[in-house]
């Protein structure tokens, strides 16, 4: 039977959810994020040593970058690619949606 990366999501989700798939090697992971109104907690970047790349499934988003005064408004289909070293943070998710994202670190 096959995955699918909209089954199961908690009907109660007071933080956002990460998963790692199945399909993973020592150089490349996958991951499904779920929010539902979730961001990144004020003060707090996220910052990786591997490249990320992330494509908005369903919902809305928006994301920041250190030093960048402009926002990316994410919605369905809209994908970034996000440099290692590159501080970001999630500004706003959907709150009464799920937000489905597909990432990818290599």
Do not use: C
Not at 46 to 75: K, M, N
């Amino acid at each position: 039977m096959p995955d699918n990366l909209f089954r199961d999501i908690p009907a109660t989700l007071p933080d956002e959810l990460f998963q790692r798939l199945n399909a993973e090697s020592p150089t490349v992971r996958i991951k499904r994020i779920v929010s539902r109104g979730h961001s990144t907690p004020p003060g707090q970047w996220y910052d990786q040593e591997s490249t990320e790349w992330v494509i908005l499934l369903t919902g809305a988003a928006i994301l920041s970058f250190a030093g960048i005064e402009r926002r990316l408004h994410l919605h369905p289909g809209d994908y970034v690619e996000i440099a290692p070293g590159t501080r970001h943070r999630v500004e706003w998710t959907a709150p009464n949606a799920d937000t489905v994202w597909l990432a990818v670190y290599y």
